[in-house]
């Protein structure tokens, strides 16, 4: 890390409540950065609010697709670094609900994007935007049969979440082409960690189940191979690439681990961990969901030496016990 890159900085971080949101909030005021977050709606449960980090932040309630609100948040709070993580992020919903999903996150991309090039053009000189960070997915490569993916893989979603991912990081690429706005974007595997309140995802899921003693349902057939990332190291990944914006704008970078499990794997491993005996029901029902996927992550490793650094056993235990202290 730079050692003065954070000091004053004005950072707006919307989907804060979020698995990646907290995590990355709560990181940044450590820092004693002066932090903004939009919040459209609050869960008492998210760890936002249960671990009190939302005290030390600056709070706009609203919508990220609401452009007008969004343009006055950045001015107001003379934003410099933004991270835009807000969306709907679980591919079930986002099949079932496609035009909230095209909303959340097609919408609210643009709008942040756009709002953050009317203030650069606004203000002229070294207090103009200097990093925005914006969160893509590994679902916006679609399907491929080419693995692992990388970078240069065409962006081919075909089912609602995907596309709307797809939409949204050639949106932001746009951004940097057309008007040389400083985007980085993140393509992430599949995220958790304390916080995650979406148990439809396999880890909250599995972890809640055993603790309230019941078997673990798989959606799929269990047999889905995906890359597991643990939030921290996302963080330090989404820190790396603002640190070194003169790098990394204009570019897209894949972040993850070199892991690789089975969704039944990953269920056996928390099994194993919570010292469980329950055996997990597989309703083998999940479609338009891609089959394989993991990521080449060596170009983030290449040009900016970043690798992820937990155990996905050491990550896992702190995930449980998170769960255990507050559900």
């Known amino acids: 890390m730079k050692s003065d890159f954070w000091k004053q900085r004005n950072v707006l971080i919307t989907g804060a409540t979020g698995l990646l949101g907290s995590e990355l909030t709560s990181t940044l005021l450590k820092r004693n950065v002066n932090v903004t977050i939009i919040i ?10 249960l671990e009190n980090i939302h005290k030390k932040t600056n709070i706009a309630n609203g919508d990220v697709g609401d452009f007008n609100f969004v343009n006055r948040v950045i001015a107001e709070y003379e934003i410099d670094t933004i991270f835009h993580l807000a969306a709907q992020t679980v591919v079930r919903i986002g099949n079932n609900s496609p035009l909230s999903t095209f909303e959340s996150n097609i919408k609210g991309t643009w709008s942040v994007l756009e709002a953050a090039r009317l203030q650069q053009k606004r203000i002229t000189g070294t207090s103009s935007l200097k990093a925005i960070i914006v969160a893509s997915s590994d679902k916006a490569y679609g399907t491929s049969k080419k693995l692992p993916y990388d970078e240069n893989t065409p962006l081919r979603g075909l089912h609602p979440y995907d596309v709307s991912k797809s939409c949204a990081d050639l949106i932001t690429q746009t951004y940097w082409h057309t008007y040389k706005l400083p985007v980085s974007i993140t393509r992430c595997g599949n995220l958790f960690g304390p916080g995650d309140l979406n148990v439809s995802r396999i880890v909250p899921g599995t972890i809640i189940s055993i603790m309230n003693g019941e078997r673990p349902v798989i959606r799929s057939n269990g047999k889905f191979i995906r890359n597991y990332f643990y939030v921290k190291d996302a963080v330090s990944g989404y820190l790396k690439l603002a640190e070194n914006i003169e790098k990394s704008q204009g570019e897209a970078f894949n972040l993850g ?10 269920t056996y491993l928390i099994l194993k961990l919570m010292k469980s005996k329950l055996k997990p029901v597989v309703l083998d029902l999940a479609s ?3 089959l394989d996927q993991y990521l080449d992550i060596s170009k983030v490793e290449r040009i900016f030496g970043w690798k992820a650094k937990y155990p996905i056993n050491l990550a896992l235990k702190e995930t449980i016990e998170w769960y255990e202290k507050y559900f």
């Open 40 to 49: 459209r709606d609050s869960s008492a449960k998210s760890r936002l609010f």
């Open 288 to 290: 338009n969901e891609i």
């Open 257 to 266: 681990t070199t892991n690789r499990f089975s969704v039944l794997e990953i």
